[in-house]
């Protein structure tokens, strides 16, 4: 059957690869899914900031949208819940990501509001809050950058949905497209600029995250982190 548009928008040229499969509803109840470089490499910061966007040609409204802290491994619930009805199955689908940095919105679990999502709009961005691994730290502030992707599915006659496999409904191959937004790293960096590592440190690690967006600056900033690290800073 036809699946849907894996809720990810990535720039073109990059994939996804899914870490940690799905094994059951009361095991690993979603896909822990990262993304992949031009070079088929995951780099957490390229992963994280990355839009979770709402896949379904009907509408969506959250049940609940709470990110504790935006900075990383700092908060303890960060969870996405989206649901929408299909008007041909009757069908409830009920997005989930786990571990996500932002969102534009907040809504209390079960909270009545008017938000109406359609195809493509961002419900929030991929992050590395709550329990990841590895842990991220004041060096490495993307580290356990991914998302946890959970879909539940609530047919006619059911009383409470049940979580499914994604991959049944939607297609890693085929994520919805558009270009990084290095904006949504600046939590790591303010958080990583506040902590005692040494200044070439921190240049490496930001040069890295810029090469995806702006490769030539990114080249110069590298630089600049190799000079400061010869002469120990």
């Known amino acids: 059957k036809m699946k849907y548009q894996f809720p990810f928008r990535i720039p073109v040229g990059w994939k996804l690869f899914v870490t940690t499969p799905f094994t059951g509803v009361d095991k690993h109840n979603g896909v822990d899914v990262v993304t992949l470089d031009q070079m088929g490499v995951y780099k957490p910061e390229y992963t994280y900031g990355i839009p979770i966007v709402w896949p379904f040609p009907f509408p969506g409204n959250p049940y609940e949208i709470h990110?504790?802290?935006p900075i990383p491994g700092q908060g303890k619930k960060s969870r996405i819940q989206v649901?929408?009805?299909d008007p041909v199955t009757n069908i409830q689908f009920s997005l989930i990501d786990v571990h996500a940095s932002s969102s534009p919105y907040f809504v209390p679990a079960g909270t009545p509001n008017s938000i109406v999502f359609k195809q493509g709009d961002v419900i929030g961005f991929v992050g590395n809050n709550g329990a990841v691994s590895p842990k991220p730290t004041s060096?490495?502030?993307?580290a356990g950058s991914h998302s946890h992707i959970a879909l539940g599915v609530k047919r006619p006659g059911m009383l409470n949905a049940i979580n499914e496999d994604p991959l049944i409904y939607f297609d890693l191959a085929n994520p919805?497209?558009?270009t990084d937004d290095p904006s949504?790293?600046?939590p790591i960096y303010d958080w990583m600029a506040s902590?005692?590592?040494l200044p070439s440190e921190k240049l490496r690690i930001l040069g890295q995250a810029m090469m995806a967006s702006n490769p030539k600056q990114a080249k110069i900033v590298l630089a600049v982190a190799t000079f400061l690290k010869a002469f120990g800073s």
């Open 83 to 85: 649901d929408g009805v």
């Open 139 to 142: 060096s490495d502030g993307f």
């Open 176 to 178: 919805f497209r558009g």
């Open 184 to 186: 949504k790293d600046q």
């Open 67 to 69: 990110i504790d802290s």
């Open 195 to 197: 902590s005692a590592i």
